[in-house]
């Protein structure tokens, strides 16, 4: 079992020898790079983006993420993406029917403990917190601007080859972590065919844009005038969340709507603030209010991308593994894409040191063991939601307004990944090699 001091990142553990390739700098890739350095491995990061951008709008990360982030410089990098992060605990979230306007409940937020934060921010803000701690703090190498041609393993090692022109172009170690995201080349090695990516049937506009428009008018004024605010509308297939952060000067909103488009190599396009009327245009006229404050420049049409269960995430010689979005996309009303990402990456850095350098493919079988059924139930939770707010029985509401609440469910939010690791690897490596 982990002592304390290893588990709050105090101390670090002897080294393991195991070196490890992380593929991608999203969140999933830089915590399971953190991860292993923290269990003792060598690891380095390839990412094909040239630069660090602070892209993208707001992100969520439930207290099951918190208690992982609390565990990096002794709580250091969780109280910074705590100040990023939306605060509501004073004003809870408000959820109104879609033609009405009317707020049907108000959800309180419930206070987490302070080893186990939740945060809702700037995806770009609190990914730079994450970048920087494992650059700067920990100085794990972070390769940036380096593409991946392809993957490779045998017996005794894997790696990556980097696309042509580029120094040092093959690069191996005793395990790859593929965490570069639904196009993953990675997905290849692991399947041995390509598969390609769905549409859900859904697509989400969104946008991040500071609060001047929405002051200039008081029926939105209120809004950025309450501090930190957080407000759904949910109706016929639809719903619309809407926030305010950062004491109000900053504002975001996402509009999950029915979208057939094919998916090919693109599913993110610029949004167009006339459609976005149009698809409200029966619903409560403050939605459209709050949408015509936006900068059009600003709006993202985002297709949700539907990938089916893959029956495994771990190449033919157990060397190459794929990692959060990668493995296992998720709705963004699950609110836990990331958060399972990040438990991919501390579950799969326990399982190689305590099966050692000699064991790397049977550790990296049991890392899939031990996460596959609960990612599975955890993904299950995104449909859920989206079809309980999109196919609301308004007269069962009127009765039980508690009904249409964000579920908060204790089996994900109180799930400690590592401590489950390390109580679980032995029984589950015992499983692998009897079958």
Known sequence: MATNSHTNGVTARPKTGIKVIVVGAGFGGLGAAIECRRQGHDVEIYEAFPELKALGDIISFG???????????DGDVARRMRSLSID???????????????????????????????????????????????????????????????????????????????????????VVIAADGVRSRARKSVLGYEDKPKSSGYAVWRAWFSNEDMLADPATAQFCNNGDTFNGWIGPDMHFLFSTIKGGSDCCWVLTHPDEHDIDESWSFPGKISEVKEALKDWDP???????????????????????????????????????????PFLPTSAQGATQALEDGVVIAVCLRRGGKENVPVSVRAHEKIRYDRVRETQKTGESTRDMWHKTD??????????????????????????????????????????
């Not at 469910?409 to 692998?432: G, M, P």
Request: proline content about 5%; hydrophobic content about 35%; some cysteine.
């Open 63 to 73: 207290p099951n993420a918190g208690r992982i982030f609390y565990r990096w410089s």
């Open 88 to 174: 509501l605990r004073k004003y809870g979230f408000n959820i109104h029917k879609y033609d009405t306007g009317e707020i049907v409940i108000n959800q309180k937020t419930p206070e987490y403990a302070q080893d186990a934060p939740n945060f809702n921010g700037h995806r770009g803000e609190l990914h730079e917190v994450v970048f920087n701690h494992a650059k700067d703090v920990l100085g794990i190498p972070i390769h940036l601007g380096h593409k991946i041609q392809t993957y490779f393993e045998d017996n005794k090692q894997a790696g990556i080859v980097l696309e042509s022109g580029e120094k040092h172009g093959k690069i191996s170690a005793d």
């Open 394 to 435: 308004w007269e069962k509401v009127k009765k039980e307004p508690e009904m249409i609440q964000f579920p908060r469910q204790d089996w994900i939010f109180d799930f400690d990944a590592e401590k489950n690791a390390e109580e679980t690897y032995d029984s589950v490596v015992k499983e692998l090699l009897a079958a």
């Open 286 to 328: 403050l939605c459209t209010r709050i949408v015509s404050k936006t900068p059009e420049s600003l709006l993202v049409d985002w297709k949700l991308v539907y990938r089916d269960p893959l029956p495994t995430w771990v190449s033919p010689s157990g060397r190459i593994l794929l990692l959060g979005d990668s493995a296992h």
